[in-house]
């Protein structure tokens, strides 16, 4: 059974730090992994979706990558600004095409 | 931009109390997903729909929740009756083919069972 674990639970850091979170699943037969965020009471949005083949992805001041074999991702934020205090999702699909998710990084960014 | 739309954005009812939910899917989006989100967790899938048919609803605990997708496009989710445990956001996503594809979230229903 897949599972997907996110390291921090949360995370304080001062306005304009990089930062990195972390993210690990326990069955490398992934088809894609994904990063969303999620602001207090909302549903969730998007942020990178990485394919199964691919090391990295970015847009903007984040930068995902994938480590298949050894059952990791990170999501790089750089510049981090207090607009960016959200919850960070990461979840895997499966070969069935389910989407497994982690418990999530609660971040804040203190101006 | 095209978007998940939800209805209500928040219900609080009481115990044994019936509860329902609705979700309109990005126009054109073949596959529909309903997950709930406990707070402090990640979301968990309930059911997924493929047009008007049910694909998996293997964490849907049949006794007491109810889904539906009658003409392939709009879904509601049904509770009846609630519990406390029930408490949590319900979210429905969709995604435009097999369900392997990028999936776009709606704003979620928070429920608050008294």
């Known amino acids: 059974k897949q599972e997907v674990t996110q390291i921090p639970a949360a995370l304080s850091v001062p306005e304009g730090e990089n930062l990195v979170l972390n993210c690990s699943f326990t069955?490398?037969?992934?088809?894609?992994l994904q990063w969303f965020r999620q602001d207090p009471g909302k549903g969730l949005t998007s942020l990178l979706l990485i394919q199964s083949s691919q090391r990295e992805q970015t847009s903007g001041r984040l930068n995902a990558s994938l480590d298949k074999s050894s059952g990791r991702s990170t999501l790089y934020i750089a510049a981090s600004q207090p607009g960016d205090s959200a919850t960070y999702l990461c979840?895997?699909?499966?070969?069935?095409?389910?989407?497994?998710f982690g418990q999530g990084t609660e971040l804040s960014v203190k101006p | 931009e095209a978007e998940v739309a939800q209805s209500p954005r928040y219900k609080i009812t009481e115990k044994s109390q019936a509860v329902a939910f609705w979700c309109d899917p990005i126009?054109?989006?073949?596959?529909l997903y309903w997950y709930r989100q406990i707070l402090g967790q990640g979301p968990e899938l309930l059911v997924q729909?493929?047009?008007?048919?049910?694909?998996?609803d293997s964490q849907l605990p049949k006794d007491r929740f109810s889904a539906e997708r009658l003409k392939g496009v709009d879904s509601t989710l049904k509770i009846q009756p609630a519990e406390l445990g029930d408490s949590a956001m319900y979210l429905c996503a969709s995604s435009p083919g097999q369900g392997k594809e990028t999936q776009y979230f709606g704003p979620g229903t928070r429920l608050l069972v008294l």
């Open positions: 979840a895997v699909y499966n070969q069935g095409g389910k989407l497994i």
């Open positions: 126009s054109g989006h073949a596959t």
């Open positions: 729909f493929q047009d008007e048919s049910v694909v998996d």
């Open positions: 069955d490398s037969a992934i088809y894609n």
